[in-house]
C-alpha cells in the first residue's frame, strides 16, 4: 500500500484526540476527502472506529454520570425503524446496505461524542478550531489532486482515480466555512484571524470548485443563525470586525486564485451552465422529488422500505430528508422523526439557555446540516447531524446533572430552620 500524507494526517488527529477530544469531533468530518485522495474507502470507517475506542477509553479511565436523554432514545428508535423496514421493503438488498449505512453513522458519531463530559464547552471550541485548521489542508490535498479529464472536473472538483462525487466531496465545506467565520467572530488574537482569513479564502475557492449550491445556502443559513444567537454575547464591535473580515476573507479568491477552471464552477453556482448543463441536477433532483412523492402516496403508512427507492430511480434516495422519511417510512416514520427533531430542538433551547455560546455553536451546526441535508445526501450520510445531536445529549445531560448536585435533598430542606439540639433537648426535659 503506498504511503500517503492522508494516514499522516489520520494518525495525527488520533494522537492529538488521545488528550483532546475536540480534535477527534472535528476529525470526523473529513473522513470521506481522506479516503478519497488516498484511494482507501475504509479510511473513514476505520477513523470512526478508532476514534470510538479512544472516547470509550477515556471514559473508563475517568468516568462521569450519564444520563439517558430523550434524544438518546430518538435516535435508537430511527436505527430500529430503518431496520425493521427491511422486512416490508420493496428493494431489501438496498435496505440492508441503507440501514447498515444508518446505524454505523448513529453508533459512530454517538460513540466519539456521547460520552463526552461537561467541561463548559471547551471540546467544542476545540472542535470548531479543528475543522477550521484542518478545512485549508483538506482543500490544498484535494486541489493538488484535481482530475481534469472529463466536461464534469471541468465543471466540478473531482479526484484523479477515484469514485468519489463532487457532491460528496462538498459535503464538510459548508461546516467548514461557519467554523471559519465563527472563528473570526470570536474572542481571538488578531494574528490568529490573519491566519483565519487565509484559511477561509482557500475554502472558499474550494467550496467554489466542487460547484455544489447547497454549501453556501447551508452556510448562510448556519452563519444566519449564529449571527443572531450571539448578538447578546458578543460585543457590536467585534461583529463588524468578524464581518469585514468574512467578505475580505471571500474576495481574495476574485484577485488572487487562479481563475482557471473556477469560471465554469461557478457559472454552474449561478445558473448559468447552458444546454447541458442547464440545471441538470436541479431538474434531476425535482424527478427525484416526484417519484419519492407518488410512493408516499401509494404506501402511506409505512413506505417502500429505507433505499426502496432505487426500485423506481437511479439512486436510493431522493436527496431531500423529508420526502426520504415520507417515501420510506410513511406516516409511521414522519411521526418517529418528528418527535426525534422536536427533543433535538428543546435539547439545543435546553442547552442554549445554560451556555449561551455553546447552544449558539451547536445550534448553528444543526441549522448548517439540516438546510443542506434537503437538498443533498441521504439521511445515513447525515454524519454531522449524529454528531450534533449526540453533543446536545452530551452536554445536556451534564448540565441537568450539575443542577441536581446543586439542588438540596427534600429530606435537607428544613434544616437551617430547626433549632439547635440542645434547646430542643431543654424544651423536652419535665416542667420546661
Not at 484511494?39 to 475506542?53: E, Q, S
Request: hydrophobic share 50%; aromatic share 10%.
Amino acid at each position: 500500500m503506498e504511503f500517503h500524507p492522508s494516514l499522516v494526517i489520520i494518525a495525527a488527529l488520533l494522537a492529538l484526540g488521545i488528550r483532546m477530544p475536540g480534535v477527534l469531533l472535528g476529525g470526523t468530518l473529513f473522513t470521506y476527502q481522506l479516503g478519497a485522495v488516498a484511494h482507501l474507502p475504509w479510511l473513514g470507517t476505520a477513523y470512526i472506529v478508532a476514534a470510538t475506542m479512544i472516547s470509550v477509553g477515556r471514559f473508563a479511565y475517568a468516568p462521569h454520570k450519564l444520563q439517558v436523554q430523550t434524544t438518546d432514545i430518538g435516535a435508537l428508535a430511527i436505527v430500529l425503524l430503518s431496520t425493521v423496514s427491511i422486512f416490508w421493503s420493496v428493494a431489501p438488498d438496498s435496505s440492508v446496505e441503507e440501514a447498515l449505512a444508518l446505524f454505523l453513522s448513529v453508533a459512530g458519531m454517538y460513540g466519539v461524542a456521547r460520552l463526552l463530559p461537561l467541561d463548559q464547552g471547551k471540546s467544542l471550541r476545540i472542535m470548531v478550531w479543528t475543522i477550521a485548521v484542518m478545512a485549508p489542508v483538506v482543500s490544498l490535498i484535494l486541489l493538488n489532486q484535481r482530475a481534469n479529464s472529463s466536461w464534469t472536473a471541468q465543471h466540478r472538483l473531482l479526484v484523479e482515480g477515484s469514485s468519489a462525487t463532487a457532491v460528496g466531496l462538498s459535503q464538510p465545506f459548508a461546516s467548514c466555512l461557519l467554523a471559519c467565520s465563527m472563528l473570526l467572530l470570536m474572542r481571538v488574537p488578531s494574528w490568529q484571524k490573519g491566519l483565519i482569513v487565509g484559511a477561509l479564502a482557500i475554502v472558499t475557492y474550494t467550496a467554489i470548485a466542487t460547484g455544489t449550491r447547497s454549501v453556501f445556502l447551508a452556510y448562510g443559513v448556519g452563519l444566519l443563525v449564529f449571527f443572531v444567537l450571539s448578538l447578546k454575547s458578543i460585543k457590536p464591535s467585534r461583529i463588524l470586525q468578524g464581518t469585514l473580515a468574512i467578505v475580505v476573507a471571500s474576495s481574495i479568491i476574485l484577485f488572487f486564485a487562479p481563475v482557471e477552471g473556477l469560471s465554469e464552477s461557478a457559472g454552474r453556482l449561478l445558473g448559468a451552465g447552458g444546454a447541458v448543463g442547464e440545471d441538470a441536477s436541479s431538474l434531476e433532483r425535482i424527478g427525484f422529488y416526484n417519484v419519492a412523492w407518488s410512493q408516499f402516496e401509494k404506501h402511506p403508512l409505512e413506505g417502500i422500505g429505507d433505499g426502496g427507492l432505487i426500485r423506481f430511480a437511479s439512486i436510493s434516495y431522493p436527496h431531500n430528508l423529508v420526502l426520504e422519511v415520507l417515501s420510506e417510512f410513511g406516516i409511521v416514520g414522519l411521526i418517529v422523526f418528528g418527535v426525534w427533531f422536536v427533543n433535538v430542538f428543546r435539547e439545543a433551547a435546553y442547552v442554549g439557555l445554560r451556555d449561551p455560546q455553546t447552544g449558539a455553536i451547536l445550534i448553528a451546526f444543526l441549522a448548517t446540516v439540516l438546510v443542506q441535508h434537503q437538498v443533498s445526501f441521504s439521511f445515513a450520510m447525515a454524519r454531522t447531524l449524529f454528531l450534533v445531536t449526540a453533543l446536545l445529549a452530551a452536554y445536556g445531560s451534564g448540565y441537568r446533572l450539575a443542577a441536581k448536585k446543586r439542588r438540596p435533598r427534600p429530606a435537607d430542606a428544613h434544616l437551617g430552620t430547626r433549632r439547635p439540639l440542645d434547646q430542643r433537648r431543654r424544651a423536652l426535659r419535665p416542667g420546661a
